[in-house]
């Protein structure tokens, strides 16, 4: 499209009613642009059905847009930007479920904490089908454990060791290297690792009743294992939907969660194509191609409102007017006085060719 259509349709973007938006507003801060949003995630969780391991983490998309929500994290490479929680399936990285971080929730339950709420949030629709859950140690916890195990759900992921749940005896910070502890309740299992001389992991999961180690140097535990191999679905799906983005610079924050939504929609497209031809594909070739069918019903109006302009032009220039030719197939501005009758543009002497 040419460069000013672009810019005019960036610039009257909208996503919701801007005359009610100020007292939709008041109840929601996602207002300008939850509508849409809300469509997008249900489309997401209606139209896969994930497999036995799901990763839950955050995403920080990156923005320095004006709004209530915007986050500071200095851990992460961009620092600033809008938070996502994310459920993502293991194998194919496709996004099942995403919920934005709008600040304080005042529907939360008092005594509930954040991370708890967030993972039973993203994991409502997938529970009691016997998965397994792989979390971070921002929201491992043991009664996260027993909610989940209640509803016929596993989980496995690292524990902060200041937890109320960590027994004072695991606490022990100088072990001999390539040690393992290990402490069982009923509903969980906390596996108690030192990779470095000081430094220990803890790794409580609710699908092993019995740890193992492997024979090799490090005697790793196989709950160490296991969490290795299922811990980088957010961050890998994270990677590529930068890799192929959509996102440019704006100051608007709805604009910044279109783009991310883009960006999230072309991935999961990419895994629908693949599961559902039974075929691989690079995902570059699938999003040109994505791209260029999703531009053909523009091109093919914009072909043929030329085309009905150019059937209105006279067979023959008038008389105190000389046309120039616009096929320049051989000329560069020669003029013109007839017409073609197949394309019906003006054609020049050197440019046509008369069939008897």
């Not at 969980?188 to 092993?208: C, N, Q």
């Not at 890799?243 to 990419?270: C, K, Q, S």
């Not at 075929?279 to 009905?308: W, Y």
């Not at 073609?340 to 543009?345: L, N």
Request: aromatic share 8%; charged share 25%.
């Amino acid at each position: 499209m040419p460069r000013n259509r672009f810019q005019d349709i960036m610039q009257h973007l909208r996503f919701d009613d801007r005359s009610t938006r100020s007292d939709r507003a008041k109840t929601d801060k996602f207002a300008a642009v939850s509508s849409v949003w809300g469509s997008f995630v249900t489309n997401c969780i209606m139209c896969y059905n994930p497999g036995l391991h799901i990763t839950v983490d955050e995403q920080l998309f990156p923005s320095k847009t004006r709004c209530c929500f915007l986050q500071y994290i200095a851990s992460k490479p961009d620092r600033f930007g809008i938070k996502f929680w994310v459920a993502c399936d293991l194998k194919s990285k496709y996004i099942c479920n995403v919920l934005t971080y709008l600040g304080k929730d005042p529907n939360r339950p008092s005594g509930e904490r954040l991370s708890e709420n967030v993972v039973m949030r993203l994991m409502e629709l997938f529970l009691d089908k016997g998965r397994n859950v792989t979390t971070d140690n921002f929201f491992t916890s043991l009664s996260l454990a027993q909610k989940l195990l209640r509803r016929k759900t596993t989980i496995l992921g690292t524990v902060n060791k200041i937890r109320r749940e960590i027994p004072q005896s695991a606490r022990y910070t100088n072990r001999n290297e390539f040690t393992t502890q290990v402490f069982s309740t009923t509903a969980a299992t906390l596996t108690a690792y030192a990779a470095k001389r000081k430094k220990t992991v803890y790794i409580l999961s609710s699908m092993h009743s019995v740890v193992q180690t492997d024979n090799t140097t490090k005697r790793k535990p196989n709950t160490v294992t296991l969490y290795n191999t299922t811990k980088c679905g957010v961050d890998v799906m994270d990677q590529m939907v930068r890799e192929y983005t959509v996102r440019r610079g704006t100051r608007r924050w709805p604009v910044a969660v279109f783009y991310n939504m883009i960006d999230m929609a072309a991935l999961n497209a990419h895994v629908l194509y693949q599961a559902c031809n039974g075929t691989q594909e690079r995902r570059v070739d699938f999003l040109v191609e994505f791209a260029r069918e999703l531009a053909n019903s523009h091109m093919a109006g914009k072909k043929a409102r030329k085309e009905q302009l150019l059937r209105t032009q006279p067979s023959t220039p008038s008389p105190a007017k000389r046309a120039t030719c616009q096929v320049k197939h051989k000329c560069k501005n020669n003029h013109a006085t007839v017409r073609c009758v197949h394309c019906y543009r003006y054609t020049c002497g050197k440019c046509r060719l008369q069939i008897p």
